[in-house]
């Protein structure tokens, strides 16, 4: 019985998600975010054969999450699109 309850929230959670436009779901779909910082990740660590212990890997990520965290206050792509649909599907909730 818990497997059929857990199936129909799933199922409930993602129509829910493919209520919106597949503009606003890019945004929205937190795995994207997570994928783009493991990459960016390896893409630091890949020139590296090896660490001389654990504190210098954690250094060196710490320094390229400083480098990433500052590329997230950059403007989304198609911000305009996203923004004039959520202005249509929720005019009484946003601001213009």
């Not at 857990?6 to 436009?21: E, K, M, R, V």
């Not at 500052?70 to 599907?89: A, F, K, T």
């Amino acid at each position: 019985m818990l497997k059929r309850e857990s199936c129909t929230s799933c199922a409930l959670l993602s129509s829910t998600f493919f209520a919106y436009p597949p503009e606003i779901r890019k945004i929205i779909y937190t795995t994207n975010i997570i994928e783009g910082l493991n990459r960016q990740f390896r893409q630091v660590t890949k020139n590296k054969p090896s660490f001389t212990n654990d504190d210098s890997l954690r250094k060196l990520l710490f320094l390229a999450s400083k480098n990433i965290v500052e590329r997230w206050s950059q403007r989304c792509r198609n911000w305009d699109v996203v923004l004039n649909q959520l202005n249509i599907m929720f005019e009484d909730r946003i601001a213009g």
